[in-house]
C-alpha cells in the first residue's frame, strides 16, 4: 500500500511540475527539435560532396538537441521543493552548494553536456542518430545514389572517420589544457569550452561509425570462418540431443530451451538496458544539471578499496595548470573523461541507490508507465491517420514525432525532475511537502554565487 501510494504521489507530482514549467519545457523541446531535423537534413543535403562539412552540421545538430534537453531540464530548477526547504546546516557535506545557487544557463551547459554526450555514446543513443541520418539521406536521394550521401558504412571511408575521431579527440583535450594554462577570461574560456564539447562530440561520431564499418569487416569475416560454423552446429546438437518431453503448454523441451535462449538476448537484455538502466541514467543526468556534478574522484569510492586510488588521482590532475609536469598532464588528458563525464554520473547514482529500493521501484514503474503510454499515443495517431502512400507518410513523420514529444518529452523532463526533488529529500531527511512556500534557507542565502568557468 506504501508503494502504491508513493507511485501516485510521484504521479501527481510529476504532473504538477509538468503543468506548471511546460512553456518553458515546450519553447526548449520545440527549439531543440527543430535544430536536430535542420542539422539532419542539412548533413543530407550538402551529401558525400563536402564530407566533413556534412558531418558538421549532422554533430551540431545532435549538440542542439542535446544542449536543449540541458536547458529543458534546468528550466525547472526554480521548480524544485527541497533547495528551499533544506534543513539550515548539515546539507553542506551531503548536498553540493550548486544545487543551492542560481547557475547561469550557459555555465550549467557547458559543464553538463558532456555527461550528457557521455550516455549517448554509452548507451547506444548515437546509434539511433546515426539511423535517422540514413533515414533523412534515404528520403532525400533515394536507394539508387548511395554514394552520394552524407554518410556510409563502406569499408572506403573507414580512413576518413578514423582520422576524423583522433582529430577531434586531440583538438579537444589541446583546447582543455589551454583553456587551464592560459586561465582565459569567462568569454573566452567559454568559447574554448564550446570548441571543446564540439570536438568530443565530432569524436563520439566518428568514432561510432569508425566501430560500425569494422564490426561489419568483422562479422563477415566471423561468418566465413569454420569455428563459427561449427559452434553453431555444435549448440543446435545439443539442444537436438535433449529429450522430446512435451511440456504442460504444448511445447517441447528442445524449443522450450531454444526460445529461452533467444528472448534472454533479443528481449531481456534490451529490456534491462532500456527500461531499466537508461531510466535510471537519465535521472542521474538531471543530478547533474541540477548541480549534483562537482565531486572529485575520491568521492565517488569513498568506502571501498578504490578510495586510495582515487585520492592520489585527485591530487595529480589538481596540479595541472599549477606546477604540472608531463607526466600529470598526460595522466589529466588520459583521465579527462572519466573525470568530467562519468564520475558526475555515477555520484549522481549513488543518490538514487541511497534514496531507497522502494524510491527506484515507484521511479522505474513510473517511467516504463509513461513509456508506455507514448507508445499507445503513438499507435492511436497512426490509426486516425489510417494507410497513406509513403511520400506523405515521410512528410508526416516529423510532425508525429514533434506532437508526439511536446507531450511525452516534456513529461520525462518532470518526471525526472520530481524524481531528483524526491531523492534529495530522502537523502537529506527533509519532511516532503511540495506546495508550500517559504523563505529561503540561510544555506541558500549564502551559496546563491555563480560559478566561475
Given at each position: 500500500?506504501?508503494?502504491?501510494?508513493?507511485?501516485?504521489?510521484?504521479?501527481?507530482?510529476?504532473?504538477t511540475?509538468?503543468?506548471?514549467?511546460?512553456?518553458?519545457?515546450?519553447?526548449w523541446?520545440?527549439?531543440?527539435?527543430?535544430?536536430?531535423?535542420?542539422?539532419?537534413?542539412?548533413?543530407?543535403?550538402?551529401?558525400?560532396?563536402?564530407?566533413?562539412?556534412?558531418?558538421?552540421?549532422?554533430?551540431?545538430?545532435?549538440?542542439?538537441?542535446?544542449?536543449?534537453?540541458?536547458?529543458?531540464?534546468?528550466?525547472?530548477?526554480?521548480?524544485l521543493?527541497?533547495?528551499r526547504?533544506?534543513?539550515?546546516?548539515g546539507?553542506?557535506?551531503?548536498?553540493?552548494?550548486?544545487?543551492?545557487?542560481?547557475?547561469?544557463?550557459?555555465?550549467?551547459?557547458?559543464?553538463?553536456?558532456?555527461?550528457?554526450?557521455?550516455?549517448?555514446?554509452?548507451?547506444?543513443?548515437?546509434?539511433?542518430?546515426?539511423?535517422?541520418?540514413?533515414?533523412?539521406?534515404?528520403?532525400?536521394?533515394g536507394?539508387?545514389?548511395?554514394?552520394?550521401?552524407?554518410?556510409?558504412?563502406?569499408?572506403?571511408?573507414?580512413?576518413?572517420?578514423?582520422?576524423?575521431?583522433?582529430?577531434?579527440?586531440?583538438?579537444?583535450?589541446?583546447?582543455?589544457?589551454?583553456?587551464?594554462?592560459?586561465?582565459?577570461?569567462?568569454?573566452?574560456?567559454?568559447?574554448?569550452?564550446?570548441?571543446?564539447?564540439?570536438?568530443?562530440?565530432?569524436?563520439?561520431?566518428?568514432?561510432?561509425?569508425?566501430?560500425?564499418?569494422?564490426?561489419?569487416?568483422?562479422?563477415?569475416w566471423?561468418?566465413?570462418?569454420?569455428?563459427?560454423?561449427?559452434?553453431?552446429?555444435?549448440?543446435?546438437?545439443?539442444?537436438?540431443?535433449?529429450?522430446?518431453?512435451?511440456?504442460?503448454?504444448?511445447?517441447?523441451?528442445?524449443?522450450?530451451?531454444?526460445?529461452?535462449?533467444?528472448?534472454?538476448?533479443?528481449?531481456?537484455?534490451?529490456?534491462?538496458?532500456?527500461?531499466?538502466?537508461?531510466p535510471?541514467?537519465?535521472?542521474?543526468?538531471?543530478?547533474?544539471?541540477?548541480?549534483?556534478?562537482?565531486?572529485?574522484?575520491?568521492?565517488?569510492?569513498?568506502?571501498?578499496?578504490?578510495?586510495?586510488?582515487?585520492?592520489?588521482?585527485?591530487?595529480?590532475?589538481?596540479?595541472?595548470?599549477?606546477?604540472?609536469?608531463?607526466?600529470?598532464?598526460?595522466?589529466?588528458?588520459?583521465?579527462?573523461?572519466?573525470?568530467?563525464?562519468?564520475?558526475?554520473?555515477?555520484?549522481?547514482?549513488?543518490?538514487?541507490?541511497?534514496?531507497?529500493?522502494?524510491?527506484?521501484?515507484?521511479?522505474?514503474?513510473?517511467?516504463?508507465?509513461?513509456?508506455?503510454a507514448?507508445?499507445?499515443?503513438?499507435?492511436?495517431?497512426?490509426?486516425?491517420?489510417?494507410?497513406?502512400?509513403?511520400?506523405?507518410?515521410?512528410?508526416?513523420?516529423?510532425?508525429?514525432?514533434?506532437?508526439?514529444?511536446?507531450?511525452?518529452?516534456?513529461?520525462?523532463?518532470?518526471?525526472?525532475?520530481?524524481?531528483?526533488?524526491?531523492?534529495?529529500?530522502?537523502?537529506?531527511?527533509?519532511?516532503?511537502?511540495?506546495?508550500?512556500?517559504?523563505?529561503?534557507?540561510?544555506?541558500?542565502?549564502?551559496?546563491?554565487?555563480?560559478?566561475?568557468?
Open positions: 500500500m506504501r508503494t502504491l501510494t508513493a507511485l501516485l504521489t510521484l504521479t501527481r507530482d510529476t504532473a511540475l509538468w503543468w506548471r514549467t511546460y512553456p518553458r519545457l515546450l519553447t523541446f520545440a527549439l531543440g527539435f527543430g535544430v536536430h531535423h535542420l542539422g539532419q537534413h542539412a548533413s543530407a543535403l550538402v551529401g558525400s560532396r563536402y564530407q566533413l562539412v556534412a558531418t558538421m552540421l549532422f554533430v551540431v545538430g545532435v549538440l542542439g538537441w542535446l544542449a536543449c534537453l540541458v536547458m529543458m531540464i534546468h528550466a525547472v530548477k526554480p521548480a521543493w527541497t533547495p526547504h533544506l534543513r539550515p546546516g546539507v553542506s557535506d551531503v548536498v553540493p552548494q550548486p544545487l543551492f545557487a542560481d547557475e547561469r544557463g550557459i555555465d550549467v551547459l557547458t559543464l553538463a553536456l558532456g555527461p550528457f554526450l557521455a550516455v549517448y555514446s554509452v548507451w547506444g543513443l548515437v546509434e539511433e542518430e546515426v539511423s535517422a541520418l540514413f533515414f533523412a539521406n534515404l528520403s532525400r536521394e536507394l539508387a545514389e548511395p554514394d552520394s550521401w552524407s554518410i556510409s558504412f563502406a569499408l572506403d571511408r573507414l580512413g576518413y572517420y578514423v582520422t576524423l575521431t583522433a582529430g577531434a579527440w586531440l583538438l579537444g583535450k589541446l583546447v582543455t589544457v589551454l583553456r587551464v594554462r592560459l586561465r582565459a577570461r569567462d568569454g573566452v574560456a567559454l568559447g574554448m569550452r564550446v570548441v571543446s564539447i564540439a570536438a568530443d562530440g565530432t569524436a563520439v561520431f566518428g568514432l561510432f561509425v569508425a566501430l560500425g564499418i569494422g564490426a561489419g569487416q568483422l562479422r563477415e566471423w561468418q566465413g570462418r569454420m569455428i563459427s560454423v561449427w559452434l553453431g552446429q555444435t549448440w543446435r546438437g545439443l539442444v537436438d540431443r535433449l529429450p522430446s518431453w512435451h511440456l504442460w503448454f504444448d511445447a517441447t523441451l528442445p524449443e522450450v530451451v531454444r526460445d529461452a535462449v533467444t528472448w534472454f538476448w533479443a528481449t531481456l537484455l534490451p529490456a534491462i538496458s532500456d527500461r531499466l538502466l537508461l535510471l541514467m537519465w535521472l542521474a543526468l538531471a543530478a547533474t544539471v541540477f548541480g549534483w556534478r562537482e565531486f572529485r574522484g575520491r568521492d565517488v569510492v569513498a568506502g571501498t578499496r578504490l578510495e586510495t586510488a582515487g585520492a592520489r588521482l585527485d591530487h595529480v590532475t589538481g596540479r595541472v595548470g599549477v606546477d604540472a609536469g608531463a607526466v600529470p598532464t598526460l595522466v589529466a588528458l588520459a583521465t579527462d573523461d572519466l573525470r568530467t563525464k562519468y564520475l558526475p554520473v555515477a555520484n549522481a547514482l549513488r543518490l538514487v541507490w541511497r534514496a531507497g529500493p522502494r524510491f527506484v521501484g515507484v521511479y522505474l514503474v513510473a517511467a516504463t508507465a509513461l513509456w508506455a507514448e507508445l499507445l499515443a503513438s499507435e492511436l495517431l497512426l490509426r486516425v491517420i489510417g494507410p497513406q502512400p509513403d511520400d506523405v507518410f515521410f512528410a508526416m513523420d516529423p510532425l508525429l514525432e514533434l506532437l508526439l514529444g511536446a507531450v511525452f518529452v516534456t513529461g520525462s523532463i518532470a518526471l525526472y525532475a520530481t524524481a531528483f526533488d524526491r531523492a534529495v529529500a530522502a537523502v537529506t531527511d527533509t519532511p516532503w511537502r511540495p506546495g508550500r512556500t517559504s523563505t529561503a534557507s540561510p544555506a541558500q542565502r549564502v551559496s546563491r554565487t555563480r560559478p566561475a568557468l
